[in-house]
């Protein structure tokens, strides 16, 4: 029997209105994110501002914690900012955590020129980890790289792994004490150049390819790696059971595998 899940990676727009047409239109379709529920176990939602641009942070994440409310115990939900807007961001961070009970923050990996060790980014880290609340490092569609390189996947692992690796070059797991950073799977060939790999880091297992898993299991070890499957952009409706498989097929111990599967997130969380 697969272990239940709590999925780190997964994101909604809900009824939030968007600038431009919705790739994928189960990005707001709440009967769809309901039935989702019986795949695993329970999702944590994010909205990127990417698919709500022109929306104020403080909207989108009023509108996270009435979801997150009408779904209790099923859904946990992330607040989304603009990390590069200063205090602002700390801010908002703050009162989307304290007073609507939201359990971390999604941060794009860049805005326009800038990196998460850039200056402006730094009252919205220093908060997180005041707070004690992870920060999804999360790719965007870079403008500059997909004007060089066509592949998306490509363009979101290099920004991904570009990110990771300022912030663990700029010693920001060393300057915002207890920080604690969660990378999609996409990040891992950044991780594996960078000469440390901070305690605070943490990566998903987004597409949970087998090379990929033992990779992140081997590098970061199994106490930092969380379930994610980018639902629903990605949809696996057998991934409890694959993920369980692969886990077992590489010998870790069950309380391991309960770890990847949900330990680690429920530990993150705060749940």
Not at 34 to 60: H, W
Not at 136 to 165: C, G, Y
Not at 195 to 214: M, Q, S
Request: glycine share 8%.
């Amino acid at each position: 029997m697969a272990t239940p899940l709590i999925d780190f990676h997964n994101h909604f727009i809900g009824s939030l209105p968007s600038e431009a047409p919705v790739k994928w239109p189960s990005l707001a379709d709440e009967m769809g994110l309901a039935r989702s529920l019986d795949v695993v176990g329970t999702r944590v939602i994010s909205c990127p501002l990417e698919f709500v641009a022109g929306v104020p942070v403080q909207n989108v994440n009023d509108a996270m914690a009435r979801l997150i409310e009408k779904y209790r115990g099923r859904l946990i939900g992330l607040a989304s900012v603009d990390a590069y807007a200063g205090r602002e961001a700390a801010e908002e961070l703050t009162r989307a955590v304290k007073a609507r009970g939201l359990r971390g923050v999604f941060v794009e990996s860049a805005k326009d020129e800038l990196l998460p060790d850039c200056e402006q980014a730094q009252p919205l880290f220093a908060a997180a980890a005041s707070l004690g609340v992870p920060v999804f490092l999360h790719p965007v569609p870079d403008r500059p790289l997909r004007t060089r390189f066509k592949n998306e996947r490509f363009v979101r692992s290099t920004i991904n792994s570009a990110a990771i690796l300022a912030v663990i070059a700029a010693g920001m797991f060393e300057k915002h004490h207890g920080l604690k950073v969660v990378v999609t799977a996409l990040a891992l060939g950044g991780l594996l150049l960078a000469d440390r790999v901070p305690e605070g880091i943490y990566i998903d297992t987004t597409g949970t390819k087998p090379a990929t898993l033992r990779g992140a299991i081997e590098l970061l070890g199994a106490r930092r790696v969380v379930a994610g499957s980018d639902w629903p952009v990605v949809q696996e409706s057998d991934l409890p059971e694959r993920l369980s498989a692969m886990l077992a097929a590489f010998g870790l111990p069950m309380a391991d595998r309960e770890r990847v599967a949900a330990g680690n997130a429920r530990e993150l969380l705060h749940v």
